[in-house]
């Protein structure tokens, strides 16, 4: 079945340490997109890729960077910068514009 | 930049009664409005979406109207039921073929549904 996967579902994080995310995709869209969700809050974009090897900031790019190294995948690291990180990281992807978003399950990170 | 505006924040409704959310957009070269459900713990899902050129789009329980001179659309839960209950989203975007396709999310309604 065509979807798309984050992992890991939860992921801890010790005071100035870089973490990644990851986000696989299958369903041949050409962008992604990284939102974070914080407790009872919608969602706050944080990177975008509408194509490969081409990324944009979003909103709240600080403290966040991003790869697109191919069309399936688009990691995000979450880096020492990033002051509060603890929160549920979304990815989507979309196939044409004016289509939806496949959301992915989410990872949570908890800084510890 | 382009906004959308969701109400209510929170909505509670009697099982079997209806839920009705609004959402305002501010472009009026918005073209697309999609609307997602997001249960706890999990990512947001595609519930319905209705494009510029409709008024209005149906399935089973749920329904969106656009009224595009006003710039609002709105969700429409008839007969509710306990698993209704999630965190709903409307979101709306140009559909053009740069970066002007990203959807704008609303800020979300709470809907609890009670038994």
């Known amino acids: 079945d065509g979807g798309i996967t984050q992992s890991p579902k939860y992921l801890f994080r010790k005071e100035g340490q870089n973490v990644t995310l990851s986000c696989e995709q299958n369903l041949n869209h050409d962008a992604m997109y990284w939102y974070r969700q914080d407790p009872g809050q919608g969602l706050r974009l944080i990177y975008y890729s509408q194509i490969v090897n081409d990324f944009q900031k979003g909103d709240i790019a600080e403290g966040y960077s991003v790869s697109r190294e191919k069309k399936e995948s688009f990691p995000l690291t979450v880096t020492s910068a990033q002051k509060n990180p603890t929160a549920f990281y979304l990815c989507?992807?979309?196939?044409?514009?004016?289509?939806?978003?496949?959301f992915g399950s989410g990872t949570r990170l908890t800084v510890v | 930049g382009e906004n959308v505006e969701q109400h209510p924040s929170t909505l509670s409704v009697q099982e079997g009664d209806s839920a009705v959310i609004k959402c305002t957009y501010s472009?009026?070269?918005?073209?697309?409005f999609p609307w997602y459900k997001q249960e706890l713990g999990k990512g947001p899902q595609l519930i319905i979406d209705?494009?510029?050129?409709?008024g209005e789009k149906k399935d089973q329980r749920i329904a969106v109207t656009l009224n595009k001179t006003a710039k609002h659309f709105s969700l429409h839960i008839t007969e509710t039921q306990p698993e209704d209950s999630a965190v709903y989203f409307c979101?709306?975007?140009?559909?053009?073929?740069?970066?002007?396709?990203?959807?704008?999310f609303g800020s979300g309604t709470r809907l609890l549904v009670r038994p």
């Open positions: 989507a992807s979309s196939g044409t514009p004016s289509y939806g978003y496949t």
């Open positions: 472009d009026s070269a918005s073209n697309y």
């Open positions: 209705i494009r510029s050129n409709v």
């Open positions: 979101a709306a975007s140009k559909g053009g073929m740069d970066s002007s396709y990203k959807l704008i």
